[in-house]
Structures are given as structure tokens and as C-alpha cells.
């Protein structure tokens, strides 16, 4: 069973707007990156993994202070999230192996 660690971390301070994660720290550039946890705060906020734009109307939920993992290089590059109704921030920590 492989162990991962914490090799990143971001803040996405404003989601007013669909918007997905820093490029520079998900594959291919960041080649140990497996998944990240995602975590909004001070809000909920919506998000799709397909490529589609997440809207109030169109999306998974994610409540304010949950934590969901998105696992893969695909997944992780489509991750798009938007508020949900509040002023969400959106922490994300970037897991993997090695050091």
C-alpha cells in the first residue's frame, strides 16, 4: 500500500468565477502530485472534474468546512469550482509520493 505526503499547498482566494487549480502544481508539471484534499471556507462552492463550468445550477456540492479528495492527473487538471451562494476561499493540499 504506498504512503503519500503533503508536497503542496495553494489558497484560491476568490471563486467568484469558475476557476480551477494552479497548473504548475498538478501533473504533468507536478510529477509526483497523485490527488489533493479540497476544502472550502466561509462558504460552500460547487465543482465539476469533467471539463464542464460549475454553476449555481450545474455541479457537485461541496459545504462549507467538507473535505473531498480528487484523485488523478485528469481529474485534477478539469477540477473547476464557484461559490455556491457565499464568499468561499478554497484550501488545497496536493498529495504524492517521495519527498
Known amino acids: 500500500m ?7 499547498r495553494e489558497t484560491i482566494a476568490s471563486v ?3 476557476i480551477g ?20 471556507l466561509g462558504g460552500d462552492i460547487a465543482f465539476c472534474v469533467d471539463g464542464s463550468t460549475p454553476t449555481t445550477a450545474l455541479g457537485q456540492r461541496i459545504v462549507e468546512d467538507d473535505v ?9 487538471a478539469n477540477f473547476k469550482c464557484i461559490n455556491d451562494g457565499g464568499t468561499a476561499t478554497v ?3 496536493y498529495y504524492g509520493a517521495g519527498g
Open 68 to 76: 473531498i479528495e480528487v484523485w488523478g492527473q485528469n481529474d485534477l
Open 16 to 18: 467568484a468565477t469558475a
Open 91 to 93: 484550501e488545497v493540499v
Open 2 to 8: 504506498p504512503i503519500y505526503r503533503a508536497l503542496d
Open 21 to 40: 487549480l494552479t497548473s504548475s502544481k498538478i501533473p504533468p508539471t507536478a510529477t509526483r502530485v497523485v490527488y489533493a484534499t479540497i476544502q472550502p
